[in-house]
Structure formats: structure tokens, C-alpha cells
């Protein structure tokens, strides 16, 4: 079995949603042939959020343009079912409209379909270990994005409401969300601090734990709203 497949909990499950039957078939051939475990394909939104609740896989390699529902739509309510889930959308388009409606449904990472097989395959691997993948070019679209959202004033809070208290991280913590929200590379930031790869995962994991936060995306969000990036 090819490593980059492999992960704590043996095989990484992936499963493949995809209109083209061809294009699905040649995708999930491709993924199991390099050690991923394939544990469902569907053509359809329908199919693709039932078969996404039953197989429970680790990451969701989700086209957009589904018939019966959107991949977007699909995106949410697979989300919504399963926080834990990764989605990695593999998409014709590289339009910036399509990559931001798909990172504010829930998706971790947006690969566009010129992308080599190689490239897909780390991209799976990556989104399994937490880590945001965007097609070169796109990681700084979505940056800035959660920069404009962030200056947009928050919602008023009720009368008499307190601000709930922030929960204390680390000072370690801290300085990897900080990398993070520069939009470093697990990989990246372990070269920076000097520790492994894999203590850096376990200080994000922390990290959403203690923020009640399911994914790297909105761990960005939350440190560039509090300027964390700018540091």
C-alpha cells in the first residue's frame, strides 16, 4: 500500500461523486490503485448525500455540477450529517464565484480537473490530515475572502448579552493558528516551529476542540478575525 495513502486508523476511505460515469470510474480506479479505500461513487446529489451517510467516508472528492442537487447543496447536508467528513471539490470550473460558494458550504479544499492524477492524490491525502488544498492561484482568493467577512461588522448581540468568555490556548496553540491563518502548509509550519508534522496536527486538533470548530477553514476564519494573520 502506497504511504501517502496511509494514515492512524489504516486506509484513507474516500468516496468519488461525480456525474461522468467515465470520468467518476477512472477517478475511483485511480485513488484505489494508490492505496486509497474507496468505500463509495455516486452520479447524483441525491445519491451522492444517502451514500455519503451510510459509507462514512474520510474525504468527499465532490464535483459541482450534479444533477437532482448541487454539489454545494450536497456539500452542506453531508457537513451538517457528519462534521468530521473532508470535502475536496474536483471541479471543471475555476471560477472565483464557484471556489468561494464551495469553501462557505463546508469544503476544505478546491481542485480544478486539469489537476494530474498525482495532484489528486496528494490533494486526497492532504484534506484527510486537515490541511486546506487549493489549486495554485485560489489559496489567496479564499484569504481574502474571510478577510472581507471578517472587517463585516458581527451581528448584534441580544440586549444585556455578555461576550462569552475566549478559551485559553496555548501559547504553542496560538503560534500555529497564527501560521495557519497565513495560510501555511502543516508541513510548512512544522519546518518553521521545528517540530513533526504530526505535532502540528495535534495542536489544531486541540485547538478545534477547544474553539468548537470542525475544520482548518473555519479555523482560518476565526484567526483572521481576531488579526492573528497580521502578526
Same mark, same amino acid.
Given at each position: 500500500?502506497?504511504?501517502?495513502?496511509?494514515?492512524?486508523?489504516?486506509?484513507?476511505?474516500?468516496? =468519488? %461523486?461525480? $456525474?461522468? *460515469?467515465?470520468? +467518476?470510474?477512472? &477517478?475511483?480506479?485511480?485513488?484505489? !490503485?494508490?492505496?486509497?479505500?474507496?468505500?463509495?461513487?455516486?452520479?447524483?446529489?441525491?445519491?451522492?448525500?444517502?451514500?455519503?451517510?451510510?459509507?462514512?467516508?474520510?474525504?468527499?472528492?465532490?464535483?459541482?455540477?450534479?444533477?437532482?442537487?448541487?454539489?454545494?447543496?450536497?456539500?452542506?447536508? =453531508? %457537513?451538517? $450529517?457528519? *462534521?468530521?467528513? +473532508?470535502?475536496? &471539490?474536483?471541479?471543471?470550473?475555476? !471560477?472565483?464565484?464557484?471556489?468561494?460558494?464551495?469553501?462557505?458550504?463546508?469544503?476544505?479544499?478546491?481542485?480544478?480537473?486539469?489537476?494530474?492524477?498525482?495532484?489528486?492524490?496528494?490533494?486526497?491525502?492532504?484534506?484527510?490530515?486537515?490541511?486546506?488544498?487549493?489549486?495554485?492561484?485560489?489559496?489567496?482568493?479564499?484569504?481574502?475572502?474571510?478577510? +472581507?467577512?471578517?472587517?463585516?461588522?458581527?451581528?448584534?448581540?441580544?440586549?444585556?448579552?455578555?461576550?462569552?468568555?475566549?478559551?485559553?490556548?496555548?501559547?504553542?496553540?496560538?503560534?500555529?493558528?497564527?501560521?495557519?491563518?497565513?495560510?501555511?502548509?502543516?508541513?510548512?509550519?512544522?519546518?518553521?516551529?521545528?517540530?513533526?508534522?504530526?505535532?502540528?496536527?495535534?495542536?489544531?486538533?486541540?485547538?478545534?476542540?477547544?474553539?468548537?470548530?470542525?475544520?482548518?477553514?473555519?479555523?482560518?476564519?476565526?484567526?483572521?478575525?481576531?488579526?492573528?494573520?497580521?502578526?
Amino acid at each position: 500500500m502506497s504511504d501517502s495513502a496511509q494514515h492512524d486508523k489504516g486506509p484513507i476511505k474516500v468516496m =468519488v %461523486v461525480d $456525474d461522468h *460515469p467515465m470520468w +467518476r470510474d477512472a &477517478v475511483a480506479r485511480d485513488l484505489a !490503485e494508490s492505496g486509497f479505500e474507496v468505500v463509495a461513487t455516486a452520479g447524483d446529489g441525491e445519491q451522492a448525500v444517502r451514500r455519503a451517510k451510510a459509507a462514512a467516508p474520510d474525504v468527499l472528492v465532490l464535483d459541482l455540477n450534479l444533477p437532482g442537487k448541487p454539489g454545494v447543496q450536497v456539500c452542506k447536508e =453531508v %457537513v451538517a $450529517d457528519r *462534521p468530521t467528513v +473532508r470535502v475536496l &471539490v474536483l471541479s471543471a470550473s475555476g !471560477e472565483h464565484a464557484d471556489v468561494l460558494e464551495a469553501v462557505k458550504s463546508g469544503a476544505t479544499g478546491y481542485l480544478v480537473k486539469s489537476a494530474s492524477t498525482e495532484e489528486l492524490q496528494d490533494a486526497v491525502r492532504r484534506t484527510a490530515e486537515g490541511d486546506a488544498v487549493f489549486t495554485p492561484g485560489l489559496a489567496g482568493l479564499v484569504l481574502g475572502e474571510y478577510r +472581507r467577512l471578517a472587517a463585516e461588522p458581527a451581528p448584534a448581540a441580544g440586549a444585556g448579552a455578555e461576550e462569552p468568555e475566549a478559551p485559553r490556548l496555548t501559547d504553542r496553540e496560538t503560534e500555529v493558528l497564527r501560521l495557519v491563518a497565513k495560510g501555511l502548509s502543516y508541513k510548512q509550519i512544522a519546518e518553521r516551529l521545528v517540530i513533526s508534522h504530526r505535532t502540528v496536527q495535534n495542536h489544531v486538533q486541540n485547538t478545534l476542540g477547544k474553539l468548537q470548530l470542525h475544520n482548518r477553514v473555519e479555523l482560518v476564519r476565526y484567526a483572521i478575525e481576531r488579526g492573528l494573520d497580521e502578526e
